[in-house]
Structure formats: structure tokens, C-alpha cells
């Protein structure tokens, strides 16, 4: 990857992310999703739980790291079992999209001490697109508080979207972990359907135009 030498001068963005979220666009709003499942491990072996998902991706206003240009999408889940009210996954963070190179960037911070920064490339259309990230990782990379690196150490991350229309999307994440006291590594996996239940409110600059 290549950079420019002139590193302050910062391009002019439009106004509406929601016009500019390239495949990210389909994603803005809310979302529930009721077909969860979650196969993690335990004292056993594996577990698999079913999980419901309430899913919240707002607009942003443009960000400039002076020539690179990101739009993009602050998002919150919450994750319950079927039937309780305690969280089962909380998680925020923020969908990224740079036009000029295609990229896409995925933040997330859970409140068990972790934090992760995964990327990918697509197309402006695409409507499947991947993010990763790996352990050790400048760029990319995962940061754990030290009892989970210590007892679940997480090795890499990977998730893959995939919308079927203006109404739903989807996903699947493998998380690579090596549990202590278990040889070799685990494949911690997580999917789900996500149906809209409300439109995208647009971000303040495109408010006030």
C-alpha cells in the first residue's frame, strides 16, 4: 500500500453518509435478529446456545485522517438468550468505508475487556464482504485483557456479511482461540439473520442541509 506525501491537505466530503457508505449503505438502521447461534466453549467441550440480537448502526458524519476520507457507521448489539434479559454479548464500535481504496474497516470493544480492529476490501456494490484480524497485528489486529489472553487467548478474527436485500442481512464470525488446558485450537463461531425494524435516522450534516 502506497500513501501520499502530502499527509494534511483533506478533501472536502459530502454532506450524507448514507450516500457515500458504498457497501456498508444496506446496513444503516435498525435490526433484530432472532435465529442466533453461538457455539463457544466450556468445561465439556463445546457449547451451542440460540441467541436474539438487537442491532443499532447510525450514520456518522465524514472523518478525515488529513487525505484519507472514511464514511461511516456507529453501531451497538445486544445479545440475549431467548426468554431472559441479562446480555449474553454487548458489543460497540464503528463500520468504516473509504471510498478511494475500497477498504473497510470494522472497531469493536466488548465490555470483558477486549477490543479488536478487523479490514477487508469490496467493491462499492458488493453485497457479500469480509473483515479480519489476527492477533500481533499492527494494523489489524486484537487486544485482550490478561486473564482472557491467558485462558482464552483469541488467535484471529473473521467476519463475513451478506445482504439479500434493503430488508435483511446476515453474518458468521469464527474466532480462533486456544483455551488452556486444550490442545490445539477452538473454532468459536457466531451467526445470524437481521431483519429491519427501523430506517436509518441521517447524520447531523446531512440534517442540516
Do not use: C
Request: glycine fraction near 10%.
Amino acid at each position: 500500500m502506497t500513501f501520499p506525501d502530502d499527509i494534511f491537505t483533506e478533501p472536502e466530503p459530502g454532506p450524507d453518509t448514507l450516500a457515500n457508505l458504498g457497501p456498508l449503505r444496506p446496513m444503516a438502521g435498525t435490526w433484530s435478529g432472532t435465529v442466533g447461534t453461538d457455539s463457544h466453549p466450556n468445561a465439556l467441550g463445546t457449547e451451542v446456545d440460540r441467541y436474539v440480537e438487537h442491532y443499532e448502526l447510525t450514520p456518522i458524519d465524514p472523518q478525515t485522517n488529513g487525505p484519507q476520507l472514511f464514511y461511516g457507521l456507529h453501531y451497538r448489539t445486544r445479545i440475549t438468550k431467548p426468554g431472559e434479559i441479562e446480555a449474553f454479548h454487548d458489543q460497540t464500535g464503528y463500520w468504516l468505508w473509504e471510498p478511494a481504496t475500497g477498504g473497510i474497516v470494522l472497531t469493536l470493544s466488548i465490555p470483558r475487556g477486549q477490543v479488536a480492529m478487523a479490514g477487508g476490501t469490496a467493491a462499492s456494490d458488493a453485497t457479500t464482504f469480509e473483515v479480519s484480524a489476527r492477533s500481533g497485528d499492527p494494523h489489524f489486529g486484537i487486544i485482550t485483557n490478561p486473564f482472557l489472553d491467558y485462558a482464552f487467548h483469541t488467535v484471529a478474527f473473521t467476519m463475513t456479511v451478506t445482504v439479500t436485500s434493503d430488508a435483511e442481512w446476515s453474518y458468521h464470525q469464527d474466532t480462533t482461540l486456544e483455551v488452556r488446558g486444550v490442545e490445539g485450537t477452538f473454532p468459536h463461531t457466531d451467526r445470524n439473520t437481521l431483519a429491519r425494524v427501523a430506517p436509518p435516522v441521517p447524520n447531523p450534516m446531512a440534517q442540516a442541509i
